[in-house]
């Protein structure tokens, strides 16, 4: 069953639906990004939403592909 909910993510609301997630996982990741969002514009030059988007998705991706790399460097260990 598809939820619906409305969130604010850097001030701006958007409404999510998905048949896969439940409303409370959608808030939560709504949450963390909103955080991530408001974190990088502390330490940013521009205050451009698409530009704090952008530089937040590209710290996000870093963050993945790290830990991706340790993921596999420990299976490799211990396997």
């Known amino acids: 069953m598809k939820e619906s909910i409305t969130v604010n993510i850097f001030g701006k609301d958007?409404?999510?639906?998905?048949?896969?997630?439940?409303a409370e996982t959608m808030k939560s990741i709504a949450s963390l990004l909103n955080t991530r969002m408001l974190k990088t514009a502390a330490g940013a030059?521009?205050?451009?939403?698409?530009i704090i988007a952008v530089m937040t998705a590209l710290n996000l991706l870093e963050e993945n592909i790290k830990?991706?790399?340790l993921y596999k460097y420990n299976t490799d260990i211990w396997n």
């Open 45 to 50: 030059k521009v205050m451009n939403p698409s």
């Open 67 to 69: 830990l991706k790399r």
């Open 14 to 22: 958007y409404k999510l639906a998905s048949k896969d997630t439940n």
